[in-house]
């Protein structure tokens, strides 16, 4: 996907109103950067003049976390995952863990919020340069989308999305050429 910087900024700049995210809020990085996952994190915590540290799954650890006053983190539910399988304690310095990427299991999201991890449920694609709707509270069966972007289906019933975030182009390998 073709994807401008300027769509990228708006994804961010929306998030970052929309959660009151700023200056004095540190990003921790576990997502790859070279995917819209990671690319968001350096979009928001860029508009807002946040902090970001980075380190591998492999390495995350609630210290880590407790060590950089991370306040601010992106994860996908296998990570939600590992994190209840080793039944982590969020620490008070964690305000919002934004999960995406793919469906989140209600019990296992349950099963983190017990552990006192403070979800939100997203919803995003790398074609409008991430997220751009959210879940209320964990039991709502419906996203509801951010400010500024409308979601509604055409007469052949697929998805259409407003927003002003969106990729411009993609290309795609036929015959061996890229189209």
Known sequence: ????????????????????LDSSMNWGCVLPTYHVGGLSILARSYLAHSKVYFTTWKQFSVEWLVENQIQLLSVVPTQVYDIVKNKLKCPSCLKYVFVGGANLNEALAKQASDLGWPLKITFGMTET??????????????????????VSSTDQGRLKIITDSLAERYLQIKNRKIE
Request: glycine content about 2%.
């Open 129 to 150: 340069s991430s997220m751009f709707a959210y879940k209320q509270n964990r039991e709502d069966l419906s996203y509801k989308t951010y400010p500024g972007i409308k």
């Open 1 to 20: 996907y073709a994807i401008k910087k300027s769509a990228f900024l708006n994804s961010a700049n929306r998030v970052n109103k929309f959660y009151n």
